[in-house]
């Protein structure tokens, strides 16, 4: 015996293949682009709040020129401008440098220490943050290099 959600599947299928596909893909390109572009200002106000805080940082230099370098790429990328190159580079460069950080990190700080308290604890601690904001860097470097080459 047929149920009759089985006599309306082939119906459904062929409709779902003569629908206009276009209208479909550009209708979800305007949402995700119009998400994108919301996230990408919460991640340049993240990042440039970054640059700002290390204002007190022992070696802040290097610091506010990765997370300049992630702010200008959002920007970049909320003005639909700029080379895909430029995202991957930055994300490659701070990927590299967590890696090189891991190992006074891994083992040896508690996920809960990272939070206890805002002010430097200790100098592993320190690490573990420096660590961390480097791996989000690199994270959404990947999220916009991914996204650009999908456009193009």
Not at 83 to 88: M, T
Not at 111 to 137: H, N, Q, T
Request: net charge negative; aromatic share 10%.
């Amino acid at each position: 015996m047929r149920s009759h959600c089985n006599s309306i599947q082939p119906d459904l299928e062929a409709d779902l293949r003569d629908a206009p596909k276009s209208l479909v893909v550009e209708s979800a390109g305007r949402y995700n682009l119009a998400e994108m572009k919301a996230l990408n200002y919460l991640m340049t106000a993240c990042f440039l709040f970054s640059v700002i805080v290390q204002y007190n940082d022992p070696d802040p230099l290097p610091w506010m020129v990765i997370y300049g370098l992630a702010a200008a790429a959002c920007v970049l990328a909320i003005l639909d401008r700029g080379s895909w190159v430029f995202p991957p580079a930055v994300g490659a460069v701070t990927l590299v440098w967590a890696i090189t950080l891991a190992p006074g990190v891994l083992g040896r700080v508690g996920f809960s220490e990272l939070f206890e308290a805002f002010e430097m604890k200790d100098a592993r601690v320190e690490v573990a943050r420096e660590m961390g904001g480097l791996l989000i860097v690199a994270f959404w470097m990947s999220v916009l290099t991914v996204r650009k080459l999908r456009r193009e």
